[in-house]
């Protein structure tokens, strides 16, 4: 009796079992087809270059402080004549309202803020960036932090940035060491200007206008406290984006030929060197008075602005 009773117990394990077994058969490729794959770390960041149109631009206050901070960047000196000092707007270098890939663009950037700046030697917020441009590419003075142009600079960048995720990898940012670059000739860049820059920016480098031909040097151009006051920046500018609609065709050479001609001309001097770089690493190719003076007196060494292995 206690033999057939194990067996029939035995039996009934047997079964469940192998009906939990084949229900585990039949639902698991089901399961496994419709399961979400994780996405690994650097597939999940890739983003498409897509920046908003602003005939997308909602309505309400949101989307006037958009078409105001849009504004803004188009036409900064018109429309924010008393913080800037010159006359040049972000658009004469974000073309188009930072909406070109290839030409500064701004789509993105409040993804990629809060970030380090080892220039200042802190961490930068998105409001801190527009000002460092304010008072150093514009000549000008700050955004008040609680001013309708912030506010509206921020809506902007913001619309600029939607569907960027935070930490996105953005491939059309610039990279963020220099390449290197060859000596250059502050005398075959003056000839090449005149050849090809000329027109747009004019023979004094004063500019036709703001956006279609800024000032590259002279009192209505960025101040020497700006990115682009940087030897290779400069070069790295003029390579991607020069001749307007001939980005790419310059070679290394002619790009730092036309970088040290364009800097070796007089600009406004930007009265805040000494707080740059606090924590060490200040770039060798800066061009600020001393170095132009240099230039006009013969005397740059322009392999050690380069730092050039001989």
């Known amino acids: 009796m206690k033999n057939s009773l194990a067996i029939i117990i035995g039996f009934l394990i047997f079964g469940s079992l192998f009906v939990g077994w084949k229900i585990s058969q039949d639902l698991g490729p089901a399961e496994t087809a419709t399961a979400p794959q994780p996405q690994t770390e650097s597939a999940s960041k890739e983003i498409e270059f897509n920046p908003p149109s602003m005939e997308d631009v909602p309505d309400g206050p949101l989307g006037e402080s958009i078409k105001y901070g849009h504004e803004l960047v188009m036409e900064t000196n018109t429309v924010a004549d008393e913080y800037v000092g010159n006359n040049l707007s972000c658009a004469s270098c974000h073309a188009n309202g930072g909406t070109v890939k290839e ?173 740059d770089w606090p924590k060490g690493g200040r770039p060798a190719d800066i061009m600020n008075k001393e170095k132009r003076e240099q230039v006009k007196n013969g005397t740059i060494d322009w392999e050690a602005m380069l730092t050039i292995k001989k």
């Open 103 to 275: 030409e500064a663009p701004m789509v993105g950037l409040s993804a990629v803020y809060p970030e380090y700046r080892p220039r200042e030697g802190e961490v930068y917020t998105l409001e801190d960036r527009i000002n460092g441009c304010m008072i150093r590419s514009m000549n000008g003075k700050m955004f008040p932090t609680d001013s309708k142009e912030m506010r509206a600079m921020i809506a902007y960048l913001q619309y600029m940035s939607e569907g960027v995720p935070a930490g996105a990898d953005l491939s059309w940012r610039g990279p963020k060491e220099p390449k290197q670059y060859p000596v250059p000739s502050v005398e075959d860049g003056e000839k090449l200007y005149a050849q090809s820059c000329a027109s747009c920016h004019a023979a004094d480098g004063s500019g036709t206008g703001t956006n279609t031909g800024p000032a590259v040097w002279g009192e209505n151009s960025f101040n020497d406290g700006a990115g682009m006051s940087r030897l290779t920046k400069m070069a790295g500018y003029v390579q991607k984006n020069m001749p307007k609609g001939q980005g790419g065709t310059l070679s290394d050479q002619q790009a730092i030929d036309l970088a040290a001609y364009i800097l070796s001309h007089d600009r406004p001097e930007f009265q805040g060197h000494e707080g």
